[in-house]
Nanobody, 118 residues
Framework: QVQLVESGGGLVQAGGSLRLSCAASGPTVSTLNIGWFRQAPGKSREFVAAVGWSGGHPYYLDSVKGRFTISRDNAKSTVYLQMNNLKPEATAVYYC???????????WGQGTQVTVSS
């Protein structure tokens, strides 16, 4: 069983930064790909970023490239999403997800709220 717990969300002004963390637990977590998704009010959930089990091959939503960075520390079983130069349209609940075979993510966290004020 894989469990994911997100943290690090909050309220920030446009142009500011936040770092989200996803603490993962479970016997196979170090072998799984980890992704971040977000869901804004009234919108469907969208992919933001993901990284392979080794920390390599990160990929991003086009609109966040150059501003968001995903990384993982398998020793700490934690994946991070560093978000810089945040824009109000980034306001959403951010979810961490894990899966063996992208684009399928079988395990999901509860989410953390990110609010960017203009």
């Amino acid at each position: 069983q894989v469990q994911l717990v997100e943290s690090g969300g909050g309220l920030v002004q446009a142009g500011g930064s936040l770092r989200l963390s996803c603490a993962a637990s479970g016997p196979t977590v170090s072998t799984l790909n980890i992704g971040w998704f977000r869901q804004a009010p009234g919108k469907s959930r969208e992919f933001v970023a993901a990284v392979g089990w080794s920390g390599g091959h990160p990929y991003y939503l086009d609109s966040v490239k150059g501003r968001f960075t995903i990384s993982r520390d398998n020793a700490k079983s934690t994946v991070y999403l560093q978000m810089n130069n945040l824009k109000p349209e980034a306001t959403a609940v951010y979810y961490c997800a894990a899966g063996a075979t992208p684009p399928n993510f079988e395990y999901w966290g509860q989410g953390t709220q990110v609010t960017v004020s203009s």
